[in-house]
């Protein structure tokens, strides 16, 4: 049974198009701590099903958030082997509240760290180019400008959603320096900038990340003119599903925000709208995560080390323990 | 003094009721037609001064416009030619006239021209992508759909001014199956891309391309891809400048075209930046189909060499540098 905040939760996501995975994933573990407490179930075994199923359910939000999906599968791994070893109900909701509290709390503390490190990759005078809403990327740069480096932005607008006016507000309150252009003049302005900087939905096992559609182009662009391609992401965003070959599953949106023109509908024009790319691990030079800063060919190492089991991938059994065999090494 | 005809066109450029490179060049070259055939001059010397004054007064109706100094230099060059070998006025008269026809003749051909040659690169099956709206690259796909082939086109929306709009609906008008995507979602469809073809707003000395904004981009996935890229460009689009080292300046446009001015306000204290077009180096193109053929873009010199004339410094410092601008 799908608990009422869950759904609730589901359908706020979709039609207020929050930004970012980190938002995403703080309201989905909400929800998912509400929804357990508020469970009728009798038997511990019941519980942990109903709280499986409420996850599998929330993961809808946003498939390609990694984010999201780790957030959950934590709280139901926790969970899991709470009633393992033979917690009953009451000690079962204060497993999934403190395990979702916590890995919320992580995810925050995550991004003040990769913030701190990041910023030490920026310098005064640094011309950085930004695509889409990263609240990662928006710290780091929010923390260079505090420690007096005077870093300049220049920011794409984000088509469809125009999520980069956003970001051109925050970093104009700020008093960051911000230029806004289209997606498509990067080109034109990339011999003049220093670093590109981006957020990720979430990183694969051979580094390769998946981001706001429109990335993979600016990386290429950047790679080209020697100009280098930093990604911020939490080692929450990395994907254990993809070592298995698993591809990330990429979301196409509604047309119509793309296109709202009634005349050319009628001609039987069809519109193409995916929500995310995959920008290659060759095109990127570094990953910045809260713990460090690693080349994205090392993505595999932090993958590795995911904890939890992979509740979302077609169910192969043998995935799993083969998994749980990669983490006791 | 140029005749009041001819004084009548020169107007209608500078004031822009005469558009569009094709026919801007078109017109400047009639003026210069009309002046040759109105000329009086009884000396050589007296024509060639009046034909330099005309062209001069023609050259600075439209600073912006690439084609326009090329259809006065096509004829103004085989004039030249022509004085050197001492020829009367009358037939000197008539080699401007021959000139000026030709150029006019060809300039009003060269889109349905690219277009049959261009057909023929296009294979029954193809997936083909097209960014902006040009004449020349919706040349090339009518002639191939008119000729039997099967195929689709992918459309890109062009930001800001959304001119894939206009290229979808003509498209579509013919029965043409169309897509129309992001311009950031180009390099998540390229795989499924055979070739990507484009217009050219200039094409320079190197063979680069100055295009649309977001063409550079577009032109790199393909690269990348290994998905071969064509430039539709008539001859006239050729830029003499840019064999004496000229860069072509770019326009930077209105940024109200971004952001209306009530987001703007509600954003705070930014910059916005505009630029109208951007350029595609020659390694990214694999052909540009003009009406005398198809060239690779490093054979762009012998575009210029051929049509335009070989040009000493000194001929074109005459020449303005312009800024290139959306006609």
């Known amino acids: 049974m799908i608990h009422k905040d869950v759904l609730a939760v589901v359908e706020n996501v979709r039609l207020r198009q929050m930004r970012g995975g980190t938002v995403v994933t703080h309201a989905a573990l909400t929800a998912l701590r509400s929804t357990s407490l508020a469970s009728t179930a009798t038997s511990p075994k019941d519980f942990v099903s109903y709280v499986e199923e409420n996850a599998k359910y929330l993961r809808k939000i946003r498939v390609a958030s990694i984010p999201l999906t780790n957030g959950l599968r934590y709280v139901v791994s926790e969970v899991q082997q709470a009633a393992d070893q033979g917690a009953d109900i009451d000690h079962l909701k204060k497993v999934v509240s403190d395990s979702s509290i916590g890995f919320d709390r992580k995810l925050e503390e995550s991004i003040r760290q990769i913030a701190e490190i990041g910023a030490r990759r920026l310098k005064s005078g640094d011309v950085i180019v930004t695509h889409s809403y990263s609240s990662s990327v928006l710290a780091i740069l929010k923390r260079a400008h505090q420690q007096g480096k005077r870093v300049k932005v220049v920011v794409t607008e984000t088509r469809p959603e125009l999520e980069g006016q956003d970001v051109a507000r925050e970093l104009a309150t700020e008093g960051i320096e911000t230029t806004l252009i289209i997606d498509s003049a990067v080109s034109h302005f990339i011999e003049d900038s220093d670093k590109v900087m981006v957020g990720a939905e979430a990183v694969a096992a051979n580094g390769a990340i998946v981001n706001k559609i429109g990335t993979a182009m600016i990386a290429a662009v950047a790679q080209r003119a020697r100009v280098r391609v930093f990604v911020a992401a939490s080692t929450y965003k990395f994907s254990p599903e993809t070592m298995f070959g698993e591809l990330i599953e990429i979301e196409e949106r509604s047309s119509t925000y793309v296109l709202d023109d009634k005349d050319l509908e009628q001609s039987n024009l069809k519109v193409r709208n995916p929500a995310f790319d995959v920008t290659p691990p060759q095109d990127i030079d570094l990953i910045i995560t809260e713990r460090g800063v690693i080349p994205p060919q090392a993505a595999i190492m932090i993958v590795r080390e995911q904890k939890g089991p992979l509740i979302f991938t077609t169910q192969d059994p043998g995935l799993e323990q083969f998994l749980g065999k990669a983490d006791s090494k | 003094m140029l005749p009041d005809e001819a004084l009548k066109i020169a107007e209608d450029i500078r004031n822009m009721r005469i558009r569009g490179a094709g026919q801007i060049a078109r017109s400047a070259v009639e003026a210069l037609e009309i002046t040759a055939r109105a000329s009086s001059a009884e000396r050589v010397n007296e024509f060639m001064e009046e034909l330099t004054n005309a062209s001069q007064t023609l050259l600075r109706t439209r600073p912006t416009a690439v084609s326009l100094p090329n259809g006065i230099r096509y004829v103004m060059h085989r004039v030249g030619t022509n004085v050197e070998a001492s020829k009367s006025v ?52 009518k002639n191939a759909w008119a000729s039997g082939k099967k195929f689709e086109v992918f459309v890109t929306e062009t930001r800001p001014r959304f001119q894939g709009h206009l290229t979808a609906a003509e498209l579509r008008k013919t029965g043409i199956p169309v897509t129309m995507i992001l311009d950031d979602a180009v390099r998540y469809f390229m795989q499924e891309i055979d070739k990507v073809i484009v217009g050219a707003d200039a094409i320079t000395a190197n063979g680069a391309l100055v295009n649309k904004i977001g063409t550079s981009m577009v032109a790199l996935a393909a690269h990348e891809a290994k998905v071969k890229v064509y430039a539709a460009a008539e001859t006239y ?91």
């Open chain 2, 90 to 141: 009358d037939e000197i008269r008539n080699v401007a006239i021959t000139a000026a026809e030709t150029f006019i003749e060809n300039a009003r051909t060269a889109v349905a021209r690219i277009g049959e040659i261009g057909a023929r690169r296009i294979r029954d099956g193809d997936v083909l992508l097209t960014h902006c709206n040009s004449s020349a690259a919706i040349s090339v796909m």
């Open chain 2, 237 to 327: 689009k050729f830029s003499p400048e840019t064999m004496i080292g000229d860069l072509v300046k770019i326009e930077e446009r209105d940024q109200n075209e971004i952001i209306s001015q009530k987001e703007l306000d509600r954003i705070g204290l930014i910059n916005i930046r505009n630029p109208a077009f951007d350029v595609t180096p020659p390694e990214f193109i694999d052909l540009i189909i003009t009406e005398r053929g198809i060239i690779p873009p490093l054979g762009a010199i012998l575009i210029l060499q051929d049509v335009i004339g070989v040009l000493t410094p000194e001929e074109l410092r005459e020449y303005q540098t312009y800024t290139i601008q959306e006609e």
